[in-house]
């Protein structure tokens, strides 16, 4: 088996053993999908469906911890891949409905989204009470400016 196909079977483990009943083991499995993510070893396929699987888990009524540790997992998919904004735009659209905390990390893999789509939904989020929601929209909606204005013409 080569390395590739270990992270693979790692993750597919950790996706099994996410169906346990014990909500610090189903945390666990999401740290190793989270490692494996760090890696950036993967295919773009992979991660795109590992990611939204870990969307998936993120919008669930799973505890705080699992659903903490999901986004964590797709941040870190945020920061070593592209991830296309269909990937993560359950998230802009559930954007309201998470904890600050939480709403932090989906602000962050929003402005690394690079897709103009996720400005307006960060954009209201600049006013927000917490001061790490503020911080996180003023960085993701900077990262989306810029990403716009550095991108190349198209029509060239």
């Not at 870190?76 to 802009?92: G, I, K, Q």
């Not at 989204?113 to 911080?135: G, N, T, W, Y």
Request: negative net charge; charged residues 25%; proline residues 4%.
């Amino acid at each position: 088996m080569d390395e590739y196909q270990g992270l693979t079977a790692l993750i597919e483990s950790a996706w099994e053993k996410l169906n346990s009943s014990d909500a610090g083991r189903r945390d666990l499995c999401l740290d190793v999908v989270s490692d494996v993510l760090d890696t950036s070893r993967l295919a773009q396929n992979d991660v795109e469906r590992a990611v939204e699987r870990l969307v998936a888990v993120a919008l669930s009524g799973e505890s705080y911890e699992v659903r903490e540790s999901a986004l964590h997992a797709v941040c870190t998919a945020s920061t070593h891949y592209e991830l296309p904004y269909r990937v993560v735009e359950p998230l802009a659209a559930g954007a309201a409905g998470f904890e600050p905390l939480l709403l932090a990390y989906v602000l962050a893999v929003l402005g690394c989204s690079d897709d103009q789509a996720a400005l307006p939904i960060v954009e209201r989020f600049l006013h927000h009470p917490h001061s790490e929601v503020r911080r996180e929209a003023s960085e993701a909606v900077t990262a989306l400016h810029w990403n716009r204005e550095s991108a190349p013409d198209k029509t060239a």
